[in-house]
């Protein structure tokens, strides 16, 4: 029982950091989020951005990235919006 509450919180957290990450409108504010929630992995960052913006994967990128060049491309798609009204 105890496994089973500890994932629902993980669940609740991780919906939490997603709604607040969806008004972010700037990079500043994006790390501020995940610096604010002890996020530092990079793919981690990544992943939460990706479910937020409603992609499952990167798909047809001609080479794979470093991870920082990676995160900071999420990142610039995220500030530049288009996602959203494709939500």
């Known amino acids: 029982m105890a496994k089973r ?6 669940f609740k ?11 972010c ?9 995940f610096d604010s929630e002890g996020i530092g992995n990079l793919k981690e960052r990544i992943e939460l951005l990706d479910q937020c913006m409603g992609f499952e994967e990167m798909a047809n990128t001609p080479e794979e990235l470093p991870i920082e060049q990676e995160y900071d491309f999420e990142c610039e798609m995220f500030v530049e919006g288009t996602w959203r009204m494709l939500s």
């Open 25 to 33: 409108t700037e990079r500043e504010e994006i790390e501020a989020l």
């Open 5 to 10: 509450e500890s994932e629902v919180a993980i």
């Open 13 to 23: 957290k991780i919906n939490s950091i997603k709604e607040r990450l969806f008004i």
